[in-house]
């Protein structure tokens, strides 16, 4: 027992362990619920990876009836920005995963680690106490040389072993340099030994054999701060974390939270570590990280700016977590999400391969299932944020967008024609006086256009007289059939077969056919050689703009 020394190191009152034990309780949950949590630093950067594992914390804790926490994990000043809890939610609420506890707080606060600092300090003073804790009053010079000369002798980095120059330090100099005020970090006394191993089991790798951990590391920094390794394994036992799932990047430190688990005398949590996203290098052809310095679509804004919509993200990215989910779906088109048995072990420990043009397939067909009424709130949404134009005219009148957000959609086959909500305008825009006129002059449309066959006079006189004819006998009362009747009825006046089976038999007996002179018609309302039903869209817009339009 070293008493004295833990007590001339934390001289302030401290809760001892076994109280903060019964401040933050088991919790009440039911058999096999999973406790798991997010846990990022407030960096203001948020990796659509780091969303990506608090996706499958979401999952896991759905699954279960279990809780899913926010901690934030604010321990590192240097890489902290002050809206960095901000850009944390706002991740989160791009794909709209919940949290249970941790933002408007909860029965385990603070869940914020720098709020947190006298629970560290309990539990630090417990590991000085039984003589598993130390201070050092290694310089940062004297450390850097002491790499250096671990560099020339080859051997591993780090402070351990004959390298641990304050691990030995008799009591009595480690007080007398404590009292004279010296700057000091706090080590464990680590009792590992790399030459053995430990096994733990990984949810989704199975089981890992790792060497020992035998770095005394820092736990406490000189300013008193945790480090993550001391930090994660004080908060998520007293959050009573059941499942860690993180990125793969902490696999190697992972013998070092084994072990100071077990020093602290606590049960581990279960470990599910998450390869990182891929993708194919433009350049190299390769296979390689996604990139915050290189990939914009390594930021989770990237999503929200696009405007994807969260169940479309929610989709591709199960899609990337298990590989049977494509099968599920296919078996389950319209089921909900929260259906499918989403599994840990069923998870890659090779990353996944991130595909832009994959998500907007999957992010197609989301939107196209969703009706009228949404895709027009999800894409007001949208606009109000990102596009300020788009978003009045939507505004202006819900009834007119929500009609023409209903065209082709809600049928067997619904149109595919949007992956995202930055494409409305374009997709849309002919619906919009003001960005119809752009269209239609930057479109290639106009006089002199030919026909699918190339034939045409190329003056222009058919396409006014098909124009003209066509606006005496338009009706907006028409039915579909109707208005179909009435576009064949101006065509062999004017030289149209309006039949296009008859057309094909005798070719050279036609200026062209009923397709053609609906393309005319086509191309003059949207300015546009392609279009959802024609029909439908001359509905929404009405008889007086249609006859405008027809009119030039
Ligand atoms: N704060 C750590 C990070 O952002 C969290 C890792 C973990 O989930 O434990 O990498």
């Known amino acids: ?5 833990a007590n001339t190191i934390f001289t302030q009152p401290l809760a001892s362990a076994a109280e903060l034990e019964s401040k933050y309780p088991l919790r009440s949950l039911p058999e096999g619920a999973a406790v798991t949590r997010f846990a990022p630093s407030p960096t203001g950067f948020m990796h659509i990876g780091n969303v990506l594992g608090a996706f499958v914390d979401r999952l896991l804790a759905d699954q279960t009836d279990g809780v899913l926490y926010l901690r934030l994990e604010d321990t590192d000043k240097k890489r902290e920005v002050a809206d960095g809890a901000a850009a944390i939610l706002s991740g989160l609420n791009a794909l709209e995963i919940s949290l249970d506890e ?16 006298e629970i560290y300090h309990a539990f630090a003073k417990q590991l000085v106490e039984d003589g598993l804790a130390y201070p050092c009053f290694c310089t940062s010079e004297q450390l850097e040389h002491m790499r250096d000369e671990q560099d020339t002798a080859g051997v591993n980095k780090g402070y351990y072993g004959q390298w641990a120059k304050c691990r030995c330090m008799p009591e009595a100099e480690q007080l007398r340099r404590l009292q004279a005020g010296e700057s000091y970090t706090l080590r464990l006394r680590s009792p590992g030994d790399a030459a053995r191993k430990i096994i733990v089991q990984d949810m989704i790798r199975g089981k890992l054999e790792l060497p020992e951990y035998d770095m005394d590391v820092v736990l406490l920094k000189a300013d008193g701060i945790p480090t993550y390794h001391f930090a994660h394994v004080v908060d998520d036992h007293l959050m009573r974390t059941s499942h860690v799932v993180r990125g793969d990047e902490w696999l190697a430190t992972l013998p070092l939270h084994v072990q100071l688990f077990g020093l602290l005398r606590f049960k581990p949590p279960k470990y599910a570590h998450i390869a990182p996203l891929m ?12 990139s915050k310095r290189k990939d914009p679509e390594a930021a989770v804004s990237f999503f929200t700016a696009q405007g994807y919509p ?30 499918f048995p989403f599994s840990l072990k069923k998870m890659s420990s090779s990353g996944a391969l991130f595909d832009l043009q994959k998500l907007d397939d999957v992010s197609k067909t989301v939107i196209s299932r969703m009706t009228a009424e949404e895709v027009y709130a999800q894409a ?44 409305v305008r374009e997709a849309y825009a002919y619906f919009y006086d003001c960005f119809h006129e752009n269209l239609y002059s930057s479109s290639g449309a106009g006089w002199g256009y030919g026909y699918s066959d190339g034939s045409g006079d190329g003056s222009g006189n058919d396409w006014l007289k098909i124009l003209k004819n066509y606006s005496e006998v338009y009706s907006a009362k028409d039915d579909k059939e109707t208005w179909f009747e009435k576009i064949k009825s101006i065509c062999e006046p004017l030289g149209f077969c309006s039949d296009v089976k008859s057309y094909k038999a005798e070719p050279d007996k036609w200026k062209g056919h009923v397709g053609d002179v609906s393309s005319v018609i086509r191309m003059m309302v949207t300015g546009r050689e392609n279009s959802p039903d024609l029909w439908a869209v001359m509905q929404v817009l009405g008889e007086d703009e249609v006859l405008r339009r027809l009119k030039g």
């Open 1 to 5: 027992m070293s008493t004295t020394l």
């Open 380 to 423: 007001l949404a949208w606009a109000s944020e990102y596009d300020a134009e788009l978003a009045a005219l939507l505004a202006r009148d819900a009834d007119f967008a929500t009609a023409m957000f209903a065209i082709d959609r809600g049928g067997k086959k619904p149109r595919k024609d949007i992956a995202r909500w930055s494409q």
């Open 102 to 117: 941790g933002v408007d707080g909860g029965a385990y606060a603070p869940y914020t680690q720098s709020q947190r600092r």
């Open 310 to 339: 969260a169940a479309a993200l929610r989709e591709y990215l199960l899609t990337l977590l298990n590989s049977n989910f494509e099968e599920w779906r296919r078996a389950n088109p319209t089921e909900d999400l929260a259906k």
């Open 279 to 290: 993708k194919i290098d433009s350049e190299t052809g390769g296979k390689r990280k996604l």
